[in-house]
């Protein structure tokens, strides 16, 4: 299995327009970061997490030419509204893209995009609509979800295995509870929310998530849906050896 960081910054991106990169020093490369999503692979099966607004760039960036099925976390637009982006996917693989969300943010989707999961005239359907359950085999892959609380709402977090292995994200939670520990314990890789330092109502800290995973004990962890408060090399000068920032292109093989 592998991971790709295709974005690893927070829902304005670094550095924010107006080229405020904050406390990132814009001579690193690193500290240059879109909106999140990432791409899970195994031998036969991709799987897409969320459509940032900046989804074709990463797409070509990471050399990414099909995707064969996309998973929302949640419906902020952070999170979706890249999703016109899959028609070209849709063109190159000439058949509609399984997209699956837990209901709630499914109608939502279906809501605001109805012509991406119900074509019409001349324009057809690109996203082919399925409820994310709690757990189920997509391609040669098991997912395994929870819902972790976000503000008002609920995200998804996700666990993905294949060959042993196992790949754990979560982004966008503002508390962890006792099914989120369960599911991130013990995984390979762990792509885990640190928007800041400075505690979040509604997003992890970096103290919350160095406790999460001090909890769940994973192979290696990369921090991801950073701030312009977070420089790279400052970061990652102060973790561990089995924690590290991530970067947009970022690629983890496990």
Known sequence: MRATILGCGTSSGVPRIGNDWGDCNPEEPKNRRSRVSILVESETTNILVDTSPDLRNQLLACEITTVDNVIWTHDHADHCHGI????????NRREPIPGYARSFALDSLKTRFSYVFKGHSYYPTICEAQVLEDTQTIGDMTVTCVDQPHGGI??????FEHGGKSVCYATDFGEVSDEMRDLYRNCDLFIVDALREKPHPTHAHLQMTLDLIQDVQPGFTLLTHMDKSMDYNRLASM???TIAPAYDGCIQEI
């Not at 016109?84 to 063109?91: N, S």
């Open 154 to 159: 609920t995200s998804t977090g996700l666990r």
């Open 239 to 241: 973790l561990p050896e």
């Open 84 to 91: 016109d982006d899959l028609r070209q996917i849709f063109h």
